[in-house]
Structure formats: structure tokens, C-alpha cells
């Protein structure tokens, strides 16, 4: 349990890290990107400890699988109701941008403050196993420097396992903009650890660029490149073959809706057609 308890305590620390920059900055419009680099810190951060559960928990601190997936269902319960609209990804930046909902700026912002909170979060947990607070933790930081990648298969098969994963992702994402946070965070949090623990032996779905960059791709094995296409283009392919599933187009490539009839919303009284015939 002294594993368990260090892991909680680590969480707790991310958590008030992230819940005290939302709090500084939720004022402020403009700074959104500062709040962006939080969730990301916050995601990613809890992740890795997730994952060194999942590599090392089993047999050096008796946690099974039961106890990975509850804390990685608490972990992204958690991030959704403390970041709220911060979602720390990437995919749903362009996402918004593409359906012309932000600026080309603050896409960019953005995104760059959620590459820079993935990778200090992966520092600030090196520096964390580091300190070698339990015997999970000095085996983690003995393997850091050869960690294992999440890529277990090609990079074709990994492409469209991430791709699907993000299509189905992003539809229900859709689908759930305008129900209640009661019911959309829940349910976001409960599909991210089905479709993880689903695809845990091909690419672990993470469906974000950043977490992706942040947990796997220091990892050796594959290159930079290679890891690009699985987890960042992967993703945003399949994001975008939603976008274009659920409205019909690309707002912010086609004006006109390519796959759906759009009917008018003002019918023509049959008086006035008969008139019009007669004339």
C-alpha cells in the first residue's frame, strides 16, 4: 500500500498545480493557452505514473490490473472536471479550429503551451521517480533510460488503430457538446479508458499528440518520423473523417456541406405557388 499511497500523493500534487493555474489565469480570456499548458502538464504527468503502475505495479507493489484501470478512469474523471473547456489535446484544438471556432493564433498558442506542459511533465516525473519513495519507483527509475514503446505493432496498423480510436472519440465528443457535464465528462473519461485498455497491445489509443509525445516517443524503437504518423497523424485524420461525418464538410476548407442535403427553412405557401403558375 506504500506504492499506492506515494502514487495518490504525487496525484494530489499534480492536481493542486493544475486546480491553482485554472484559478490565476480563468480570468483572464487571453491567457486560455497558460490554462491549455496545465491540463497537458496535469494529463500527462498522472499518466506516466499510470503507466508505471501498469509496467511495474503488478510485481513490485502488488497492484493489479483492476487497480491501473480505476486510477486511470479517476485520473481522466478528474482532468475533465477540473480543466472543464482545457481539454490539453491538440486533435480537439484543430478540431475548433477547423470548425471555426478559434483564431489561427490562439491554435497555435495553443497547442505549443500543450507540447511545453507535456514535456515538463515528463521531467518533473523523472525527477519524482528519481527520488526513489518506494521500491516500484527505484525499479522505475532504473528502466527510465530504456523505457518500452506503446507501439507494439507497424506503423500502418498503428496509423489506423489511432485513426479509428480518434474517430470514434471524436464523434461521441460531438455528439455530447451541448449535454450537461454531469453526463459528458463521465462518459468522455469512461470511452478514453475502454478504447485504452482495448487498444493497450497496439498503440494504447491515446488519441493526443501531446500525451503521445509526452508518455512514448523518447521511447526507442521506432523514430520521431514514424511515431509522427502513428500519433499525430493517425489522430488527426481520423478527427478531421469526423468532422466531416457528423456536419457534412469542413467548415473551415468547404462553405458547402458536401455529404448531407440541407433543407431551406422557410417553405413557399402552396396560395403563393399557384399564384406564381398562373402568372
Same mark, same amino acid.
Given at each position: 500500500m506504500s506504492g499506492l499511497n506515494a502514487s495518490l500523493g504525487y496525484f494530489l500534487a499534480v492536481v493542486i498545480f493544475a486546480t491553482s493555474v485554472r484559478t490565476l489565469f480563468k480570468k483572464w480570456p487571453w491567457f486560455s493557452f497558460i490554462m491549455e499548458f496545465a491540463s497537458s502538464f496535469m494529463l500527462v504527468a498522472c499518466w506516466l505514473e499510470v503507466q508505471t503502475i501498469v509496467e511495474v505495479g503488478e510485481w513490485a507493489g502488488g497492484l493489479g490490473p483492476d487497480v491501473t484501470l480505476t486510477m486511470l478512469f479517476g /485520473?481522466? *474523471?478528474?482532468h475533465g472536471i %477540473?480543466? &472543464? $473547456?482545457?481539454s490539453g489535446n491538440p486533435t480537439l484544438v484543430v478540431l475548433k479550429f477547423l470548425h471555426l471556432e478559434v483564431t489561427s493564433l490562439s491554435t497555435l498558442l495553443a497547442i505549443s503551451a500543450q507540447f511545453l &506542459?507535456?514535456?515538463l511533465a515528463r521531467l518533473f516525473a523523472v525527477y519524482y521517480w528519481r527520488l526513489e519513495l518506494t521500491d516500484m519507483h527505484m525499479i522505475k527509475n532504473m528502466m527510465a533510460s530504456e523505457c518500452s514503446?506503446?507501439?507494439l505493432v507497424s506503423r500502418l496498423e498503428g496509423f489506423f488503430t489511432e485513426c479509428v480510436c480518434a474517430l470514434i472519440f471524436t464523434l461521441i465528443h460531438l455528439s455530447l457538446q451541448r449535454r450537461s457535464a454531469l453526463i459528458r465528462v463521465p462518459v468522455i473519461a469512461i470511452l478514453l479508458t475502454f478504447l485504452s485498455y482495448t487498444a493497450r497491445n497496439y498503440t494504447s489509443a491515446f488519441i493526443n499528440p501531446s500525451l503521445a509525445y509526452g508518455l512514448t516517443f523518447h521511447c526507442p524503437g521506432f523514430t520521431l518520423v514514424e511515431y509522427a504518423v502513428v500519433y499525430w497523424l493517425g489522430s488527426l485524420t481520423g478527427m478531421t473523417l469526423a468532422l *466531416?461525418?457528423? /456536419? $457534412?464538410? %469542413?467548415?473551415? %476548407?468547404?462553405?458547402r456541406n458536401l455529404l448531407y442535403f440541407q433543407k431551406t427553412r422557410f417553405r413557399v405557401p402552396k396560395g403563393d405557388k399557384a399564384e406564381k403558375k398562373k402568372m
Open positions: /485520473v481522466l *474523471l478528474t %477540473i480543466c &472543464g $473547456g482545457m &506542459g507535456a514535456y514503446t506503446s507501439l *466531416l461525418l457528423y /456536419v $457534412g464538410h %469542413i467548415p473551415r %476548407i468547404f462553405a
